[in-house]
């Protein structure tokens, strides 16, 4: 069990993605064409999906002298059609988000990935549109919009191994968050820092730039991205594979770069990441990747709205982004600690701080009661300690406390990139929002990550992921259950985003403040004139600069334009 304990009151201290010739052709070989959670776990997700301060553990790991372990899947049921008269259709025509549901002619779960070279060429061949699907949890309706004909499902494609050819691990895109840590550390005592919600799969995740509770500590998730496997389409109607890698000499080395923040639906369908740190030498696959704490301290605190008047409000805010001002540098001692901040709505009835630190950091215990204490000074309230504890690291990362979402909900988020803490104008309407009397969900926040650390120690074009200074990155967001209120949610969220950034056009542009956007929060509103009048055009919100170099890539290797979306990357 867990060590339980009351968090201290402590005073204030200062302190804190080689070459490869197609390996299959479509034309040539092909033949074939998840227990109700809460709510509340959605939103409470700080998981302890750690990092490592070193590399690598002492000594050899026992897996060195076996084949590469194969680790997951459903095998042997080969690729599966689903049509509209299956009864397993109405599960698999939708995603996480119950907001779409769509109306595919059919589904195709592949197993291999000739099963995939064989979807896409048929799909090509047959003049239908096609959306690729891993975990399902996109935000936006991707891959459910009602002009999919074929859905090409990859949850079966699940394996989490290492290939001792590439001294990398190789994860299937269908695998979800949670199997890719529990095969990682149970097999090799390593990890990936990458996000909090174990159902969250590989496949769009990944190339999205994903990042989480460790992010701080060991970079993004594409910061580790060694190479990828990809099937896509030739000019000529061909679909096949290519393998492309970071490796400086590697032919199709831009190939790999689009998919280290690219996002998802881009360029074609990856069927494999592999994964290996920059700079991990050896042949140990314990070396390979980085390792995560052995424990973590979490602690979950709350402030009553009841006693939240304006200006404490106002005061907590700016104690939490001065704090993160000051404490996000990639060499900070508090880049082991993470938090998320979840200013609910009010009739939520508390304003939330959830907290991670690695246990084996130094003072970890005192970093996080400090940490507590500043956000909460000068407020002349005490928070509630709701939780307190101590917990093994992949116990942390399984734990239903940070476990979602529910599958049953429906959500709207819009994201945000802060470099610096927030701007009074912003702090003024988020009050404004999360206190109106006219809307009163308690699944409605404004959910605020502790971000930069090691994520800002990587060159902003060494990766798509260009925002490389930012210290918090959080998102509006709102979860519900009810199609009736569709409406007010989605208006709530983008009324809320709206006014906190009235000052440049109603969206966050990269300035001093804020930078951006993140793709894996996808959000078509940033291209609807009505929600964004900036002159900031979407892309430049999530790629900035990047986005030439990415179109460059979609001419080079998505010549026709087949993998497609209403926001993707689109031709020069
Ligand atoms: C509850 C929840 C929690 C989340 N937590 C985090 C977090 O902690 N950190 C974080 O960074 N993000 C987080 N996200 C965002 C998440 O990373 C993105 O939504 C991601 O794109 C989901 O990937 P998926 O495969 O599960 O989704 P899907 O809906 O299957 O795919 C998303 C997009 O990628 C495309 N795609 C999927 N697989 C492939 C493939 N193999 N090849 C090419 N394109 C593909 C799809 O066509 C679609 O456009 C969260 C999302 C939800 C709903």
Redesign the pocket.
Known sequence: MPSSAPLPPAPASPSPGSPSPATTSGRRSGTAEAPRVQRRT?LS?T?AVGGAFAVTAAGVSPALAAEPVRAGGTRGAGPVTVRPNDRRYADLRR???QRWVGSPQKIVLAETTADVVAAVQRAVDSGRRL?????????ED??TSQDIEIVLD?SRMDDVSYDRRRRAFSVQ??A?LGRIYDRLYKGWGVYLP????P???????I???????MSRRDGL?VDHLYGIE?VVVRADGTARTVVATREPDDPHRELWWAHTGG?????????RYWLRSPGATGTDPAAQLPTPPREVWLSEVAWPWERLSEARFTRLMRNHGDWHTRHSGPDSPYTALFSQLKTFHRSAGAVVLDSLVDAGAPDAEGMLRRYVAAVGEGLGIRPQVRQYRRMPWLHATQWPGFT??DPTIR?KGKSVYARRTYADAHIAAAYRHLTRDDFGNPGALLMI?SYGGAVNRVAPDATAVPQRDSVLKYQVVSLWDDAADDAANVGWVRECYRDMFAATGGVPVPNGTTDGC?V???DVDLADPRWNSSGVPWHELYYKDGYRRLQRVKAAWDPTGF?R?AQ?VRHV
């Open positions: 959605f997700g998981a995603g996480t988000n959306a690729v699907r891993s975990g399902g949890h996109c935000y991707f891959t990859l895109p269908g979800p990458a996000g909090n919600c159902t969250v799969a590989a496949g769009g995740h190339q999205g730039g994903g990042y989480g509770s998730a990809i996002g998802g639906g881009n360029f074609g369908v990856v069927t979602g979402p959500f990550a993140f894996n929060y996808a993998f979306h993707s």
